[in-house]
């Protein structure tokens, strides 16, 4: 249960994405038979189907298929309740569609740290998105009269495709690391972490600057709305200091005529017209403060970038005008296998070590190391995959180069490859 905690925030990014990915999928469908319930039965599915994939990352194994079935059950029972089945039987492909969802992520929950989705899906999921918003955008051009609400289906379809590209980007930024390490060695911690930051900020910079118009729009208005409020501010302060207003007397024609002159806005008084100046003058010098400000911070910002990117710009200088140098690396294993005589032989074959002390790991790097002595024709040159077949040179390199755990099982298979070796 701890490994399945552990593992879980990982794991649970896989579900989510293609979640993310299939949503299109549904609103498509449900657009074209019940426009009503567009978001509601959307999120319903894919909130539903969420919980299941979650909830199957943590339990045990025997459990996961009840759990699919349970999911698969509810998937059917919620389309024959809400949804216009009769008539509109391809709707039908939404509970067919989460139900092969979830049961392609019940094996997710016993993978390793190593084991990543098939980019396929991340490929297959962008090309569904990409039809679907093409489809509406060629709906709006023609003019063609849309039973839902066009606004919420856009908002639904951008967020999701937003955490779709995210949780990509992030899989295929793991599965990379994976590959550049060749399932021998785990990426360092801070190597990840350090991937990790650099691809969230990518995504956030493509993001802004594909939303600057919306931006610009919004501060725009944001401005429109904070030099209005210090007018509103600057008459609601003068209107304190107004004359008060008389009050109505008997009636008579003078009378009438002097309460309906009291009617009218009355005329600012010197005192309202001084204020008001004073109001402005403050706000203006407030405003060309924080401007001063927001440029000195910008200043100070835009020459620790600048100094950075002269150095990085001096670094990629020697690095173009530096010549190749081949330099060679022995990984062989640290032990040196070199040509002995028969008696120095002899005597490392008789030394015999308890092998029952040792770790699974220990095992297999002794058995090979064991293995190299018999064979004398072996050149000092040769690797272990010139010598052993795939699979146990696999578990040899595991076991010299990796930090990953040998299990017995592992260590017992080594044993039976190099048995008649």
């Known amino acids: 249960m701890k490994k399945r905690l552990q ?30 319930g567009l978001i509601s039965i959307s999120l319903l599915y894919s909130g539903l189907s969420l919980l299941l994939a979650w909830t199957c990352l943590l339990v045990p194994g025997k459990l996961r298929w009840l759990f699919g079935c349970i999911g698969t059950t509810l998937f059917f029972g919620i389309a024959f309740w809400l949804l216009p ?63 839902f609400d066009e606004r919420a289906f856009s908002l639904l379809l951008t967020v999701s495709f937003l955490l779709f590209l995210l949780l990509a980007m992030l899989a295929l930024n793991r599965l990379s690391l994976t590959y550049a390490s060749q399932h021998r060695v785990q990426v360092p911690l801070n190597m990840r972490r350090r991937n990790k930051v ?23 208005r944001l401005w429109e709305e904070f030099t209005s409020s210090i007018a509103r501010f600057v008459n609601w302060f003068g209107s304190l200091f107004s004359p008060a207003e008389s009050a109505g007397g008997g009636g ?17 008084t010197l005192f309202q017209i001084i204020v008001e100046k004073i109001l402005f003058a403050l706000a203006f010098v407030a405003g060309i403060a924080l401007l001063i400000w927001m440029g000195y911070e910008l200043w100070q910002k835009g020459k620790r970038l600048f100094r ?30 070199e040509k002995t005589s028969a008696l120095q032989r002899l005597k490392k074959r008789l030394v015999r070590v308890d092998e029952s002390k040792l770790s699974p790991k220990q095992r297999v790097r002794y058995r090979y190391q064991r293995l190299r002595m018999k064979h004398e024709e ?16 696999q578990l040899y390199e595991r076991a010299r180069y990796g930090n990953q755990t040998i299990t017995e099982e592992e260590a017992q298979q080594f044993k039976e490859e190099i048995r008649w070796i």
């Open 252 to 268: 008579g024609g003078a009378d009438m005529t002097a309460s309906l002159g009291a009617l009218e806005t009355p005329e600012p």
């Open 378 to 393: 072996w050149q000092p040159s040769d690797t272990v995959r010139d010598t052993l077949p795939m699979e146990a040179a």
């Open 7 to 36: 593992d879980f925030p990982r794991k649970m990014q896989h579900s989510l994405m293609m979640i993310a990915g299939m949503l299109p999928m549904a609103l498509f469908l449900l657009a074209e038979g019940f426009p009503t």
């Open 308 to 337: 950075w990117l002269w150095k990085r710009f001096e670094w990629f200088t020697s690095a173009v005008a530096k010549d190749y140098e081949d330099e060679v690396t022995d990984t062989r294993d640290e032990a040196q296998y």
């Open 198 to 220: 650099l691809t969230i900020g990518l995504f956030l910079f493509a993001v802004i600057m594909a939303a600057l118009p919306a931006i610009g729009a919004f501060l725009s």
């Open 85 to 147: 089945i009769r008539g509109k039987y391809y709707l039908l492909i939404l509970p067919v569609a989460y139900s092969a969802l979830l049961v392609l992520t019940l094996p997710m929950g016993g993978w390793n740290r190593e084991d990543e989705l098939s980019p396929v899906w991340a490929v297959a999921c962008a090309v569904l998105h990409l039809l679907v918003y093409l489809h509406l955008r060629f709906a709006q051009r023609n003019g063609e009269s849309l039973l």
